[in-house]
Nanobody, 124 residues
Framework: QVQLVESGGGLVQAGESLRLSCAAS????????VGWFRQAPGKEREFVAA????????YYADSVKGRFTISRDNAKNTVYLQMNSLKPEDTAVYYC?????????????????WGQGTQVTVSS
């Protein structure tokens, strides 16, 4: 089992930054993928970024590439999402999710473990 707890959401103005954290309980599992997804009202859940825990390889949606950075601290079993130059269209509930293995997926239904979500609101 993997338990995920997100933190760091909030209300910011366009152009500002936020850092989200995802703390995972699965200390004994070295090979898994952590992804960030987001869901805005009335829209489907969409992929934002992912990182492979063992080698740190990262993957991004085109809409956030160059603005968001995903990173990990294996000692703390935590994954971060640094979000810069935020836009109103980034407003959503952000979720972290985990799946075991080495294959990175951009499909939310391939992630078995999910956090509770954290709200990010960007005002114009």
């Amino acid at each position: 089992q993997v338990q995920l707890v997100e933190s760091g959401g909030g209300l910011v103005q366009a152009g500002e930054s936020l850092r989200l954290s995802c703390a995972a309980s699965a200390r004994t599992f070295t090979s898994y993928i952590v992804g960030w997804f987001r869901q805005a009202p009335g829209k489907e859940r969409e992929f934002v970024a992912a990182i492979r825990k063992n080698d740190g390889n990262t993957y991004y949606a085109d809409s956030v590439k160059g603005r968001f950075t995903i990173s990990r601290d294996n000692a703390k079993n935590t994954v971060y999402l640094q979000m810069n130059s935020l836009k109103p269209e980034d407003t959503a509930v952000y979720y972290c999710a985990a799946r075991f293995g080495v294959a990175v997926s951009r499909q939310h239904y391939e992630y078995a473990y999910w956090g509770q979500g954290t709200q990010v609101t960007v005002s114009s």
